[in-house]
Nanobody
């Protein structure tokens, strides 16, 4: 599975962006697809994940109520709608795929495939 993320850019605080991640190759129902982010000088951190089959979603506390993860099975694409963006949301955002959802959705080691990252910059 290859993942291609896009949609990043520069936005003012309070604005919105939608990230997309297209998966090439088979995405079985057991998959979970997630978004992580990494700010300069910081560890990569969990943002959100969605179970491919059930559509169950999980979010980091820092983005709950502002970000929404969704998927389009027909397009093999997962989205991250980001609203009410804050300067602290500035980071490179990565999409990732977990072939066998284990419940440890917040752990980078649970994910088997990673996209190349897309930069989101939120100006104050």
């Amino acid at each position: 599975v290859q993942l291609q993320a896009y949609g990043g850019g520069l936005v003012q605080a309070g604005g919105s962006l939608r990230l997309s991640c297209v998966a090439s190759g088979r995405t079985d129902n057991g998959y979970a697809m997630g978004w992580f982010r990494q700010a300069p000088g910081k560890e990569r951190e969990f943002v959100a994940t969605i179970r491919w089959s059930f559509g169950s979603t999980y979010y980091a506390d820092s983005v709950k109520g502002r970000f929404t993860i969704s998927r389009d099975k027909a397009k093999n694409t997962v989205y991250l709608q980001m609203n009410s963006l804050k300067p602290e949301d500035t980071a490179v955002y990565y999409c990732a795929a977990d072939r066998y959802y284990s419940g440890n959705y917040y752990d980078t080691h649970s994910y088997d495939y990673w996209g190349q990252g897309t930069l989101v910059t939120v100006s104050s």
